[in-house]
């Protein structure tokens, strides 16, 4: 079995499992007591610290260890935006931030506040133009991924970093993706992550405050870690999680370099061994072991199903996964196509011949499932004259209103019109996403009396 998704967990890094066991019978006492027991695990804990602050670039006493990485990112978020309330309530993050940012965003909204969602680039990242045209006086704090957790695209941190310290507001940046490869640059304020997305254990997440940056903690008042992660520290798992981050960004340079060669690979050879694929993301800022891409005419959750059976583990961003019926909002923001989403990220020792054995699975298994959905094999010559036609497709799910319109597109002369009546919320992506990659014209759409008509204009 080939595990291909460490953007979600990577498995635990052998030397997070040897700290972890050696810190079990050393780490158990309560590090704020003054005897012995306390004492040593008093050590054990500001060595992590310490271990931690140079792995991120910062100072021991500006990192607080969190019980998960999204605590660290609502942590961080709430005693940001509380510290500065007097300056406002208005909050910017990017439209590709990771949910546990954008959960916090809609709470500040719901409590009053305000929030501007930074669009992004058909790449996924932001400009460092837009994002800062969306600071405002009232700005009370700002918030960039370092790295998106679905494409692997890189946020330009160093000058949005740079754009928000001359308006005065401080950037929390999310490093959960980035941060096993090297620290994050610029001048950011606040920043958070996660041990697990490195081989770390689950449960520990880190959150850093830099000096001068206002902030007050929210919740009871609790004494350990500045107070900005109440609770007894699990000092076992915060040393495993400090020597594992060491251990992987020390393998970081060349173990980047050989695992990029790789997914570079299925970039470029993914579009060839399967027909009407989109490969997304930034093809050169981006994630060094992490690759994305969409096939027309499958659906997410059959895909994923067909290569576990095959023996790889991946993800999507599909809008069709057992766990929602509603695009990716990165894949949406970007305005790339959502259906059969494949992500593939490769943990630390892949090794080439697994990468070319997923490649010799993937076409049949892309083809089975369009077989089974029915979907077109190769364009249908015109059979009418007839310059439109209607295609109804409500009560069907994605990827089925994209495969009625490529059956039909062709029943039409070129300048004729297909309008699809759809009521799945994917099909506002996926009908505009599936024009551009065959070169039709999308019209728009417009309201139907059960769901929407989308109107396409065949133009070869």
Same mark, same amino acid.
């Given at each position: 079995?080939?595990?291909?998704?460490?953007?979600?967990?990577?498995?635990?890094?052998?030397v997070?499992?040897?700290?972890?066991?050696?810190?079990?019978d050393?780490?158990w006492?309560?590090?704020?007591?003054?005897?012995?027991?306390?004492?040593r695990a008093?050590?054990?804990?500001?060595?992590?610290?310490?271990?931690?602050a140079?792995a991120v670039?910062?100072?021991?006493?500006?990192?607080?260890?969190?019980?998960?990485?999204?605590?660290?990112?609502?942590?961080?978020m709430?005693?940001a935006l509380?510290?500065?309330?007097?300056v406002?309530r208005?909050?910017?993050v990017?439209?590709?931030?990771?949910?546990?940012?954008?959960?916090?965003?809609?709470?500040?909204?719901?409590d009053?506040?305000?929030?501007?969602?930074?669009?992004?680039?058909?790449?996924?990242?932001?400009?460092?133009?837009?994002?800062?045209?969306?600071?405002?006086?009232?700005t009370?704090?700002?918030?960039?991924q370092?790295?998106?957790?679905?494409v692997?695209?890189?946020q330009?941190?160093?000058?949005?970093?740079?754009?928000c310290r001359?308006?005065?507001v401080p950037?929390?940046?999310?490093?959960?993706?980035?941060?096993?490869?090297?620290?994050?640059?610029g001048?950011?304020?606040?920043?958070?992550a996660?041990?697990?997305?490195?081989?770390?254990?689950?449960?520990?997440?880190?959150?850093?405050?830099?000096?001068?940056?206002?902030?007050?903690?929210?919740?009871?008042a609790?004494?350990?870690e500045?107070?900005?992660?109440?609770?007894f520290?699990?000092?076992?798992?915060v040393?495993a999680?400090?020597?594992?981050?060491?251990?992987?960004q020390?393998e970081?340079?060349?173990e980047?370099?050989?695992?990029?060669?790789?997914?570079?690979?299925?970039?470029?050879?993914?579009?060839?061994?399967?027909?009407?694929?989109?490969?997304?993301?930034?093809?050169?800022?981006?994630l060094?072991h992490?690759?994305?891409?969409?096939?027309?005419?499958?659906?997410?959750e059959?895909?994923?199903?067909?290569?576990?059976r095959?023996g790889?583990?991946?993800?999507?961003?599909?809008?069709?996964?057992s766990?929602?019926?509603?695009?990716?909002h990165?894949?949406?923001?970007?305005?790339?196509?959502?259906?059969?989403n494949?992500?593939?990220?490769l943990p630390?020792g892949?090794?080439?011949?697994?990468?070319?054995?997923?490649?010799e699975?993937?076409?049949?298994?892309?083809?089975?499932?369009?077989?089974?959905?029915?979907?077109p *094999?190769?364009?249908?010559?015109?059979?009418?004259?007839?310059?439109?036609?209607?295609?109804d497709?409500l009560?069907?799910?994605?990827?089925?209103?994209v495969?009625e319109?490529?059956?039909?597109i062709?029943?039409?002369? *070129?300048?004729?019109t297909?309008?699809?009546?759809?009521?799945d919320?994917?099909a506002r992506?996926?009908i505009?996403?599936?024009?551009?990659?065959?070169?039709?014209?999308?019209?728009?759409?417009?309201?139907?009396?059960?769901?929407?008509?989308?109107v396409?204009?065949?133009?070869?």
């Amino acid at each position: 079995m080939s595990y291909f998704d460490v953007a979600s967990s990577a498995p635990l890094h052998p030397v997070a499992r040897q700290a972890l066991q050696a810190s079990l019978d050393e780490g158990w006492a309560d590090p704020a007591r003054l005897y012995r027991e306390g004492r040593r695990a008093r050590l054990l804990l500001d060595a992590a610290r310490e271990a931690a602050a140079e792995a991120v670039g910062c100072r021991p006493d500006e990192l607080s260890f969190a019980p998960s990485g999204t605590r660290a990112v609502h942590s961080g978020m709430a005693g940001a935006l509380a510290g500065r309330r007097r300056v406002g309530r208005h909050l910017v993050v990017s439209a590709v931030e990771h949910s546990s940012v954008l959960h916090a965003a809609a709470a500040l909204e719901a409590d009053g506040g305000s929030v501007t969602e930074i669009p992004v680039e058909r790449s996924g990242a932001v400009s460092t133009a837009a994002y800062t045209a969306g600071l405002r006086p009232d700005t009370a704090l700002a918030c960039l991924q370092s790295a998106n957790h679905e494409v692997g695209t890189e946020q330009p941190v160093a000058d949005v970093a740079s754009a928000c310290r001359a308006a005065g507001v401080p950037l929390l940046v999310d490093a959960a993706q980035s941060l096993p490869w090297g620290p994050v640059g610029g001048e950011w304020s606040l920043l958070a992550a996660s041990a697990h997305k490195w081989g770390g254990p689950a449960g520990v997440g880190l959150l850093v405050v830099r000096k001068g940056v206002r902030f007050a903690p929210q919740g009871p008042a609790d004494e350990r870690e500045s107070g900005r992660a109440p609770g007894f520290e699990n000092i076992p798992a915060v040393v495993a999680a400090a020597a594992s981050l060491r251990a992987v960004q020390a393998e970081a340079a060349e173990e980047g370099a050989r695992l990029r060669e790789l997914t570079q690979r299925i970039r470029a050879r993914v579009p060839g061994l399967v027909p009407d694929v989109e490969v997304v993301g930034d093809p050169e800022r981006r994630l060094p072991h992490l690759v994305t891409f969409s096939c027309l005419y499958v659906d997410g959750e059959t895909v994923l199903h067909e290569l576990d059976r095959a023996g790889f583990s991946v993800s999507s961003g599909s809008s069709c996964t057992s766990s929602t019926l509603t695009p990716s909002h990165v894949l949406k923001a970007m305005g790339v196509l959502s259906e059969g989403n494949v992500r593939v990220s490769l943990p630390r020792g892949t090794q080439e011949a697994d990468v070319e054995r997923f490649l010799e699975v993937l076409p049949g298994v892309v083809a089975g499932v369009r077989e089974q959905l029915g979907a077109p *094999v190769t364009p249908v010559a015109p059979r009418a004259e007839s310059g439109s036609l209607v295609v109804d497709a409500l009560g069907k799910r994605c990827p089925l209103p994209v495969i009625e319109l490529a059956k039909v597109i062709g029943d039409v002369p *070129v300048g004729g019109t297909v309008t699809v009546l759809a009521d799945d919320e994917a099909a506002r992506l996926d009908i505009p996403a599936w024009c551009e990659m065959r070169g039709q014209e999308y019209v728009g759409e417009e309201p139907a009396d059960h769901g929407v008509a989308y109107v396409v204009r065949r133009s070869s």
